[in-house]
């Protein structure tokens, strides 16, 4: 019998965050995938050197890819370091790989990389995310309401 996986994601130190996914995008569904990495990787992750604002995921052959991800080069690599903006294969199940497979090819959704962490057990992760693009008004519209929390919490903090 399968153990039965967390709800939330065990994240013990976040080296990337892609901020700019919450606001282009309605997040449908959230995944955790393993990342494939080499050992200059992991070492230039652990420095906390990473960027995923304009990187996605894309299902090739029945794997799944995470393209345009910048790590840079390990300072300290030799001649063997990585190729900082290489396609990186994300570590799913079967069953996760088909579940994206339909929803990307049949409901013309989208898979963006939210976050890469360490989790407790030191592997590396990505968060990722089963998303549809959202367009000029619901960006409006998400704006008014980021705004008026703000002002309603500055309300509440003045009056009481």
Do not use: C
């Not at 996986?5 to 965050?17: G, L, R």
């Not at 992991?42 to 894309?58: M, P």
């Not at 990389?113 to 960006?139: C, H, M, T, W």
Request: charged share 35%; hydrophobic share 35%; aromatic share 8%.
């Amino acid at each position: 019998m399968a153990r039965p996986k967390p709800e939330t994601f065990d994240k013990h130190k976040t080296v990337a965050e892609n901020r700019r996914a919450r606001f282009d995008y309605f997040i449908e569904d959230k995944f955790e995938a393993g990342l494939m990495l080499t050992g200059t990787e992991v070492k230039a992750l652990r420095a906390g050197e990473a960027s995923i604002a304009e990187s996605f995921a894309e299902v090739r052959g029945g794997e799944v890819w995470l393209v345009n991800a910048n790590v840079p080069e390990f300072s300290h690599g030799n001649r063997f370091n990585h190729e900082p903006r290489r396609p990186r294969k994300l570590l799913l199940n079967a069953r996760e790989i088909d579940k994206l497979t339909g929803a990307v090819e049949r409901k013309g959704m989208t898979l963006v990389p939210l976050s890469i962490y360490f989790n407790s057990r030191g592997r590396a992760k990505v968060e990722l995310a089963l998303a549809k693009g959202k367009q000029a008004q619901d960006k409006r519209q998400t704006i008014k309401d980021r705004d008026w929390q703000r002002d309603k919490a500055r309300l509440l903090r003045e009056r009481g």
